[in-house]
């Protein structure tokens, strides 16, 4: 971090975390409340369609920005960080240090990284140092214990609670503010 604002003396230095989960028509089950010795009704219906939710966030603000593609490959990702970098950046002015993992998407050599981001990669197998990981928690409970039929209703439910979760930032800070990389910025 040093040496960015060293090398970049009028720019501002943020940093974020990037991370894709796949949610898809398969339930995603939860406990639930049901009455004395009943037992709580659930759809037991699987079907295998997916989407994949692109989720950057910035620890020390909690701000937030998701993309929803139909899979994970090097194109998307690169589709995904040119439109996180103009949702951060608008004016070019920044650099933007983003942490990932070391996923064979992101470390592609034919990935197209913008010029103002900066990709940090964690050390291998560590998902638990991921900053943006806790973050999933909060995207799924708005699907949990519930079934769709289509592909396009899930997108339009897990949209609109991304939605809500960028104008909460309080609330995605409280799950993401891992001390190392809020302290990243200072």
């Not at 040496?3 to 943020?14: D, H, I, S, T």
């Not at 910035?58 to 994970?72: D, E, K, S």
């Not at 990669?121 to 999933?136: G, R």
Request: net charge positive.
């Amino acid at each position: 971090m040093r040496r960015l604002r060293a090398g970049n003396p009028g720019a501002a230095v943020e940093v974020w975390a990037e991370d894709e989960a796949r949610l898809g028509l398969k339930p995603i089950t939860r406990r639930a409340w049901s009455v004395k010795g009943r037992r709580p009704r659930t759809c037991g219906r699987t079907r295998y369609e997916w989407l994949y939710v692109y989720g950057f966030a910035r620890p020390a603000t909690g701000a937030t920005f998701t993309v929803l593609l139909p899979r994970v490959r090097v194109e998307p990702m690169a589709d995904a960080l040119a439109a996180f970098a103009a949702h951060a950046d608008p004016d070019g002015t920044k650099i933007l240090v983003l942490v990932v993992d070391n996923t064979g998407w992101h470390r592609a050599r034919r990935l197209v990284v913008p010029p103002n981001v900066r990709l940090h990669f964690l050390p291998p197998c560590t998902p638990v140092l991921q900053p943006v990981e806790p973050f999933w928690a909060l995207v799924r409970e708005s699907v949990a214990n519930d079934t769709f039929d289509r592909l396009g209703n899930l997108r339009r439910r897990i949209t609109r609670r991304c939605r809500w979760l960028a104008r909460s930032p309080d609330i995605v800070k409280g799950a993401i503010g891992f001390r190392w990389a809020v302290n990243l910025e200072k």
